[in-house]
């Protein structure tokens, strides 16, 4: 079993609509959470970065995290066909004073004018 | 804002070859980590190092080596490339501690 499990998709809605996108995780150690946005040929580029349970938003972007349940979300509201992009959710435990990341697979999303 | 930059966007080399992928950072960021992206498989770390000259293994840290001499250059070595490390090679930096790491555009490698 994967230590982090996501759906890749892909996943085509219309403009406007609000997008979902989750993941969940096996390892109770990881400490940080985060969602970053890759567009094609270029890296990933961070979203959102959020430590504890509970709701973070910023603009139309809110980072949702459950750790009872290992479950984090990231919510897009009136999306745009700029959000186009593949969504890598990314979970943290901490070696060495370094973050060691681990990335789900990535869910490909298209958001249609 | 910060600036993390590959040296190369494409390279295609040929198998038995030495390869060296350049990654230099302009954020005096300690720690700096080479991944590999694979379609199906996702980000996966290969190696990363959180001070000048000190390095950790990563997850898949067989044929490459690393070589960090200045704090701000991180380089990825293939000793004797072979045609399943042709990928996309992504490099990022981060703080101390858990601060956030940022990426590269990335180096798409090609061995023949």
């Known amino acids: 079993q994967k230590e982090v499990e996501q759906d890749p998709g892909p996943l085509s809605v219309p403009e406007g609509a609000i997008v979902s996108l989750n993941c969940t995780y096996s390892n109770s150690a990881f400490q940080y959470f985060m969602w970053y946005r890759q567009y094609s040929r270029k890296g990933p580029e961070l979203l959102m970065y959020?430590?504890?349970?509970g709701n973070k938003e910023d603009g139309r972007f809110t980072a949702q995290v459950d750790k009872s349940s290992k479950y984090i979300s990231l919510f897009i509201r009136d999306s745009q066909p700029s959000d186009s992009a593949t969504y890598l959710c990314a979970m943290s435990s901490l070696i060495q004073g370094a973050q060691k990341l681990v990335f789900g697979q990535g869910t490909r999303l298209t958001i249609n004018p | 804002d910060v600036k993390v930059t590959q040296s190369s966007r494409y390279l295609v080399k040929r198998t038995g070859e030495k390869v060296f992928l350049e990654c230099v950072q302009d954020?005096?960021?300690?720690?700096m980590f080479w991944y590999r992206q694979d379609p199906g498989l996702g980000l996966r770390l290969i190696y990363f190092s959180y001070d000048v000259k000190m390095k950790e293994k990563g997850d898949i840290p067989e044929g490459y080596s690393v070589s960090r001499e200045k704090k701000e250059r991180f380089s990825l070595i293939l000793e004797s490339a072979s045609t399943n490390q042709t990928s996309m090679y992504l490099c990022?930096?981060?703080?101390?501690?858990?601060?956030?790491?940022?990426f590269g555009d990335g180096t798409r490698l090609s061995i023949l």
């Open positions: 959020t430590y504890s349970s």
């Open positions: 990022a930096s981060s703080f101390y501690g858990n601060q956030p790491q940022h």
């Open positions: 954020m005096d960021h300690e720690n």
